[in-house]
């Protein structure tokens, strides 16, 4: 089976900065597409960033410019730097993998990690 687990989220001032990793981990052949999305209090859960495994990438125009996605996939990890944060980025981040095991395929969520921003 294959699993993400998350990392880096935290509190933080506006304009400030962190960084989210997450890594995939089992019996994988192969990622195709890695995501960041996030769910804010009281809202639905929304895309914003993605990846595919050559590299392309579409952002949220919420956060384009300020937020960069990308991906090892030596390491089967993606992250998600972000600067310039909001206090409208306040979220649970969650990632998304999709691609293939032995045999099998899989579309994942990480356990979310809480980013707080503060003004």
């Known amino acids: 089976q294959v699993q993400l687990v998350e990392s880096g989220g935290g509190l933080v001032q506006a304009g400030g900065s962190l960084r989210l990793s997450c890594a995939a981990s089992g019996s994988i052949f192969s990622i195709n597409a890695m995501a960041w999305y996030r769910q804010a209090p009281g809202k639905q859960r929304e895309l914003v960033a993605h990846?595919?495994?050559?590299?392309?990438?579409n952002y949220a125009d919420s956060v384009k410019g300020r937020f960069t996605i990308s991906r090892d996939n030596a390491k089967n990890t993606v992250y998600l730097q972000m600067n310039s944060l909001k206090p409208e980025d306040t979220a649970v981040y969650y990632c998304n993998a999709r691609g293939y095991g032995l045999g099998y395929g899989f579309d994942l969520w990480g356990q979310g990690t809480q980013v707080t921003v503060s003004s």
């Open positions: 990846i595919t495994s050559g590299g392309s990438t």
